[in-house]
């Protein structure tokens, strides 16, 4: 049996019941699972709850396909729709775990988001991000990171000669991150050692 591949979905902690990063985290978790992917996240609420909730909704859900690696000891820390959860005690530096998957989507998200978009980007993995409706950049204050990130690239560091389009590719529905992985996914499959590499 072939494995099948893990897709880190990342974003905010807390999120309005209903607001557009909670529709899109669910229904990207139910098409995710419907496509034969797992899912893994920070295991907590807000995007990382959605996303497992609509992984458990996918019609072809199977036991073990949602993952959570909490920031803590205790594995009652994880949301109910989780089914395998690593608590790591190693709180931010879980961050660097989170990114190592096949893919990152991120939901928006906060300076632990921006962070573990960083980790993606050095460690060569495919990266998407929802182009959040309705977000603005306010002077001085840096908030919904994914959004701000989409369709650009974190540093001007080539990361695939071969990818000229290389980015944070921004998407708007659950279909565009299916398609992306579809399309781009096997081609990013670099895994560089961090130790000794300049980034």
């Not at 893990?6 to 807390?14: C, E, F, K, N, R």
């Not at 899912?39 to 909704?57: I, K, N, Q, T």
Request: net charge negative; aromatic share 8%; with cysteine.
């Amino acid at each position: 049996m072939s494995r099948r591949p893990v897709i880190s979905v990342i974003g905010d902690a807390a999120i309005e019941p209903g607001c557009a990063k909670e529709q899109f985290a669910f229904s990207l978790g139910n098409a995710l699972v419907s496509n034969g992917y797992r899912v893994l996240s920070g295991g907590l609420g807000g995007v990382m709850e959605a996303v497992s909730r609509g992984a458990h909704a996918s019609p072809a859900y199977r036991e073990g396909d949602v993952i959570a690696v909490l920031p803590g000891n205790d594995p009652a820390q994880a949301n109910p729709y989780t089914d395998i959860v690593i608590a790591t005690g190693l709180d931010h530096a879980r961050n660097f775990i989170v990114a190592n998957t096949d893919a990152v989507v991120a939901v928006g998200g906060g300076s632990g988001t921006l962070s573990e978009l960083s980790y993606a980007w050095v460690m060569h993995r495919l990266i998407m991000a929802y182009r959040v409706p309705g977000v603005v950049k306010k002077e001085g204050v840096f908030s919904d990171w994914g959004a701000l990130i989409a369709d650009n690239k974190i540093d001007d560091k080539p990361r695939y000669p071969d990818i000229p389009d290389d980015c944070v590719f921004g998407v708007d529905t659950a279909d565009d991150v299916i398609r992306i992985l579809a399309e781009r996914m096997p081609k990013y499959t670099s895994r560089p050692l961090l130790a000794g590499k300049r980034n």
